[in-house]
């Protein structure tokens, strides 16, 4: 199951960090809490663990799709039930496209948050 809480908070260790920087951390790093950024950077390490799972699982589930379309063409070409599996390949071909457009959306998110934060 996906950890909503978890992908929503990178935003809110986003701005920490851009905190963190705008506050002495990029130019003066040795004037900052250490216990305050350790706790930063372990929290961000924990959070961007729960999400790269989140993406492969979207890509292997899009994998899947391909598969179970592929074995519905191949009992096709077999003489299979052509509208079973005719149905059942398009179905799956489908849902493999809009999984790989969820994933493709995430990412630019994520990589569209980075660059506001080069921005700043």
């Given amino acids: 199951m996906i950890d ?20 002495g951390g990029l130019f003066n790093p040795e004037m900052m809490e250490h216990e305050k950024v350790r ?14 799972p989140l993406i492969e699982a979207l890509e292997r589930n899009a994998q899947e799709c391909d598969r179970h379309a592929l074995f519905c063409k191949t009992e096709i070409e077999k003489g299979g039930d052509y509208e079973h599996l005719k ?15 969820m994933n493709r959306a995430a990412l630019a998110e994520f990589e569209k ?7 700043d």
Wanted: proline share 0%.
């Fill in 39 to 52: 706790a930063l950077l372990i929290e961000c390490r924990e959070k961007l663990a729960k999400v790269a």
């Fill in 113 to 119: 948050a980075g660059k506001g934060t080069d921005a």
């Fill in 4 to 23: 909503v809480r978890a992908v929503c908070r990178i935003e809110e260790l986003r701005k920490r960090i851009t905190d963190y920087l705008e506050n």
């Fill in 87 to 101: 149905t059942r390949q398009d179905e799956a071909e489908f849902l493999a496209i809009q999984i790989r457009a």
